[in-house]
């Protein structure tokens, strides 16, 4: 996707390869040192042109490869540090070769204390929090790239000027983890540089999936599954302008469903969809938006109206379709899906809350995360644990929906934490009226390291008629004895 | 780290296990297999909880409850290291209708057998109609159990990979394997009445039968509690206390029944005759 350069999946599976082998020097001491680390040619010649380039052409190519393949197969380090050093060791500056080195967006893994990036600024904004010393001017906003796209903070905003629609390559960042989310912190040893918007062509088309489409059905749509052909009906759709290098462009996002379940979608053509229309759609490409994955489609994929299906009809497609936990932890999440299970805890920071004004985060000892000390907003929430018994996921109960819970308004939940002294005894409330309860909720679940989540648009005391579930099974053992 | 499931299992089978698993690191999780191959991390429990006793002390209390089910009794112990569930513990009234969050352990004694416990995370009183829920619950996953090993003991040499293909998951065929291994092809009819026992109970026209009382055992007599107060003192050499296992031997052997011992060590334990200084084991005081 940089211009010239090898392929990136090519670049991360070396990357991938040197390091693991590092990890376990003493795994097996009688292998050959050159084993798995061993690259292909081509490979190798365009890693060995790069370090050229960054030297200026001074020192001959014949050189360099064999100084990469010493330090890469026999020392045994990283593509990237292999690079680094023989740049460094013959004087030149590393930082021509961060083209090679970056990531992309969903590449980005939190704890990485060198991180580099072509990105375009999505959102920025400047700002001044509190920290110890006295406030502080940083930068916040989202950068992306045609990956996806990340949350980022520049520490070190004095002089630095950056505006939505901005190219920038970005070295030596760290990254962190919030809330299951990776972000990008740029602090003082970071190096930003702004690039023509060339740099990062937009392209809606992940470059390294590849291959022929594969045939799929809705449930078996998730991350990594790169190329699709599906046959779906379109459940909802509408109209949504989105800015792309500068140009506003319409597309059409909605939701589509097949019997195995539901998932969004974004056509950045206008095909006059139309909620009910069944359709085939020939390279759709898998992406994950906002924890969940979706199905793109352009004028690159063959997007077919079908007059005749074998899919079931509207209302019924319409209906949220009941799920188990545990095939929802396989599938990475899901769209409006319905789940039985018993709350089996509620987590810290359930019942009243205060919000950072700025950001929305939750506080903590009355100080956000970003903006330091801050007046917080109340609100109410719920983070409660809902086992099935084929798994567990957290399920968010919002304000609305707390208050109906407890049955109080906010207001009457901080007279009450006024009069006790405490917020908490609103968690105990809540803990009170969900734990060991049977309920059933409705909603969208998505998944991150620490397992699925689950925003609840809807909840419900579950009722079972007992007796008579106790009675069917009774006579089906007996039928079958 | 993805939060471990809390299992549904009747008493009957979760009690039966004998096999504790884990994969050998100290932080790893350890799991509770049960003959049907249930690998039990954590669990949700619901019965009847019939009664508490402290066998710690008024500042240090370390709560034994027994929560009973329409298939067996669940041994619940909560101490210093389950402060949430302790707390709660220590305010409930037996008989009560409660639902235990808990993690699956064993204890094993000296001579080598196994007793699964829960150490509880959470525990709530409940109404009737949660508890009823609760055992809904159950029979559908044991049926689900059973099922998938009355196939599996079909197969000739049942495996992961052959058991998936049979329709377990990966996570089901995997404890289905462990649980051949270990227990080999169990007596599936046991379970089955379990099944149909939990269903019944939750039927009017099977209540006569399900509401029996657990079984009452005969007050026990002045003279039992002389011969078992006798027998823990000769049997208590080395001033630890007798074993559980040793003193259920010895009183078979003269000819006392293991209900009937239960039922005297109940009264002697209420009456402060002896205590428990360690799990498992009984001293005179």
């Known amino acids: ?481 | 780290m993805i939060r471990e499931v809390a299992w549904r299992l009747f008493a009957g089978e979760y009690n039966d296990s004998r096999k504790e698993l884990s994969d050998g690191g100290d932080r790893s999780p350890s799991y509770v297999l049960t003959p049907l191959g249930a690998k039990v991390n954590r669990l949700l429990v619901s019965g009847v909880l019939t009664d508490i006793e402290n066998l710690g002390t008024e500042t240090e209390p370390h709560f034994r409850a027994r929560v009973s089910d329409p298939t067996g009794i669940f041994h619940v112990y909560a101490g210093q290291y389950q402060p949430l569930a302790a707390a709660a513990i220590a305010k409930i009234a037996p008989p009560a209708f409660v639902m235990v969050v808990g993690k699956a352990r064993t204890y094993t004694t000296e001579q080598g057998n196994v007793y699964a416990n829960v150490r509880p995370e959470r525990i709530r009183v409940v109404n009737a109609a949660i508890r009823d829920y609760w055992v809904l619950e159950c029979c559908r996953f044991l049926r689900k159990r059973l099922d998938l090993a009355r196939a599996a003991h079909g197969l000739e040499a049942p495996t992961r990979e052959s058991l998936q293909k049979l329709g377990c998951s990966p996570a089901a065929a995997e404890g289905l394997e462990a649980a051949l291994q270990e227990y080999g092809k169990v007596d599936l009819s046991r379970y089955t009445a379990m099944l149909v026992e939990g269903l019944r109970y939750l039927l009017p026209e099977h209540r006569e039968r399900a509401e029996r009382p657990v079984e009452e055992p005969a007050a026990p007599t002045a003279e039992a509690e002389e011969k078992v107060l006798g027998i823990l003192t000769a049997l208590d050499t080395d001033g630890k206390g007798a074993a559980w296992d040793a003193l259920l031997a010895a009183m078979a052997k003269a000819g006392m029944e293991a209900s009937d011992l239960e039922a005297t060590i109940d009264v002697l334990l209420d009456r402060g005759a002896i205590y428990e200084p360690v799990l498992g084991r009984i001293k005179r005081i």
């Not at chain 1, 010493?70 to 070769?97: C, E, F, M, Q, W």
């Not at chain 1, 938006?289 to 063959?302: I, K, M, N, Y």
């Not at chain 1, 799920?323 to 987590?347: N, Q, S």
């Not at chain 1, 983070?383 to 049955?407: H, P």
Request: hydrophobic letters at 40%.
């Open chain 1, 1 to 481: 996707m940089y211009g010239g350069h090898p392929p990136r999946a090519t670049c991360s599976r070396v990357e991938a390869s040197a390091p693991s082998s590092l990890d376990n020097p003493g795994q097996d001491p009688n292998r050959p040192k050159e084993k798995g680390s061993k690259m292909a040619t081509n490979e190798m010649d365009s890693h060995v042109k790069e370090i050229a380039k960054a030297l200026g052409n001074r020192v001959p190519e014949q050189e360099i490869a064999r100084e990469l393949e010493n330090y890469v197969s026999v020392y045994r380090v990283s593509v990237d540090t292999a690079k680094r050093s023989i740049v460094k060791k013959h004087g030149g500056d590393p930082a021509g070769l961060l083209k090679a080195a970056g990531k992309t967006v969903q590449e980005l893994r939190a704890g990485d204390n060198a991180v580099s990036l072509l990105a375009r600024v999505v959102y920025v904004d400047r700002r001044t929090v509190n920290v110890p010393d006295g406030a502080k001017e940083i930068l916040s906003g989202i950068l992306g790239d045609n990956s996806g796209t990340v949350p980022f903070t520049a520490w070190e905003a004095s002089g630095l000027e950056l505006a939505k629609g901005d190219v920038v390559r970005i070295a030596n960042a760290y990254t962190k983890e919030y809330r299951g989310r990776v972000e990008v912190h740029l602090g003082a040893r970071a190096v930003i540089t702004r690039e023509p918007p060339e740099a990062l062509p937009f392209q809606p088309r992940a470059p390294a999936t590849g291959g022929a489409p594969v045939p799929a059905t809705v449930s078996e749509i998730r991350e990594g599954v790169g190329l699709v052909t599906l046959t779906a009906r379109v459940l909802q759709v509408e109209p949504k302008g989105v800015t792309v290098d500068g140009a506003t462009k319409t597309v059409h996002h909605g939701l589509l469903a097949d019997a195995t379940g539901r998932v969004q979608f974004t056509a950045w053509k206008d095909y006059g969809l139309a909620a009910g229309d069944a359709l085939r759609i020939e390279g759709g490409l898998v992406k994950t938006f906002r924890g969940l994955p979706q199905v793109s489609f352009d004028e690159r994929a063959r997007v077919e109206r079908l007059t005749e299906s074998d899919l079931p009809g509207l209302e019924q497609l319409s209906q949220s379709p009941r799920a188990w936990i545990e095939d929802l932890a396989e599938r990475g999440g899901a769209v409006d899906v319905t789940l039985r299970g018993i709350v089996v805890d509620v987590k810290e920071g359930s019942g009243l809350i205060h919000r950072c004004p700025e950001c929305k985060r939750v506080l903590v000892k009355d100080s956000c995360r970003l903006h330091g000390v801050v007046k917080g907003v109340p609100d109410l929430r719920v983070k409660a644990v809902l086992d099935d018994g084929s798994g567990a996921l957290s399920a968010i109960f919002d304000r609305e929906l707390t208050e109906a819970l407890l049955q109080k308004t906010l207001e009457q939940c901080l007279e009450q934490a006024r009069e006790a002294m405490s917020v908490e005894v609103i968690r105990d409330a809540v803990t009170d009226a969900l734990v060991a309860q049977p309920i059933e909720v409705r909603g969208n679940v998505t998944s991150d390291e620490y397992g699925l989540m689950l925003m609840v648009q809807e909840a419900r005391v579950l009722r079972v008629d007992v007796q008579e579930e106790a009675r069917a099974m009774l006579g089906e053992l007996e039928e079958s004895s």
